[in-house]
Each structure stands twice: as structure tokens, then as C-alpha cells.
Nanobody
Framework: QVQLVESGGGLVQAGGSLRLSCAAS????????MAWFRQAPGKEREFVAA????????YYADSVKGRFTISRDTAKNTVYLQMNSLKPEDTAVYYC???????????????????WGQGTQVTVSS
């Protein structure tokens, strides 16, 4: 199991930016894919972005393409989500997730991820 700790959430006006961070501890960071999901009140958890263990492959949900960027820093064992041009509909609790050790391919399915952070609230005001 990988331990994940998110930070960087907060309140921002529409059109603004935030950067979320997720620090991972445990197994070799490049050996597993990482992703961000989000869950808005009354809605199911949804996929946002994912990146392979090597960093070479990236997936984005259509709703965030062109606005959000996922990146990972192997030296810091940290994955980031840079969120630009934020909209009120981006308001949610954001979770980072890690696939099991050795599963380095990215995925958009929550069931493919075995480790989850505690979540960080992002609120975008109109």
C-alpha cells in the first residue's frame, strides 16, 4: 500500500487557478500510475486525469482537457494537478489515487486504484 497526502485545495473565483499536490510514500514511485478523481456533493466520484508510472502517458477527462495538467516529480514522490480557468462546476473534493505496485499504465477507472488520499476541497465561486 502507498500512503498519499493531498494539499493545495481552497476557494478561488471562476477563471482562477489552483495547484493540488499529492505526496506519496511507500513503494518505488515510478512503479505505479497515479491519478486524480473528484466528487461533487450528491454526485458519483469521477475521473479527472491520470499519468503513467514513467510519466510518458497521460489521460484527461473531456471536461478538463486544455485547462488541467497532471504532472509528477519522481525526485519528490509527488504528483500535481495544475488547474487553470476554473469553473463553478469544478467544485468538488479532489482525491489522488495510486494503482497497485507494478501497475504503471494509467487508467480512468476508480476500481483500478488501490490507494487513495484523504481528499482536498476545491470550491470555485461564480
Amino acid at each position: 500500500q502507498v500512503q498519499l497526502v493531498e494539499s493545495g485545495g481552497g476557494l478561488v473565483q471562476a477563471g482562477g487557478s489552483l495547484r493540488l499536490s499529492c505526496a506519496a510514500s511507500g513503494r518505488t514511485f515510478s512503479s505505479y500510475a497515479m491519478a486524480w478523481f473528484r466528487q461533487a456533493p450528491g454526485k458519483e466520484r469521477e475521473f479527472v486525469a491520470a499519468k503513467s508510472g514513467s510519466g510518458g502517458s497521460t489521460y484527461y477527462a473531456d471536461s478538463v482537457k486544455g485547462r488541467f495538467t497532471i504532472s509528477r516529480d519522481t525526485a519528490k514522490n509527488t504528483v500535481y494537478l495544475q488547474m487553470n480557468s476554473l469553473k463553478p462546476e469544478d467544485t468538488a473534493v479532489y482525491y489522488c489515487a495510486a494503482r497497485p505496485y507494478g501497475r504503471s499504465s494509467p487508467s480512468s477507472r476508480a476500481t483500478d486504484f488501490g490507494s487513495w488520499g484523504q481528499g482536498t476541497q476545491v470550491t470555485v465561486s461564480s
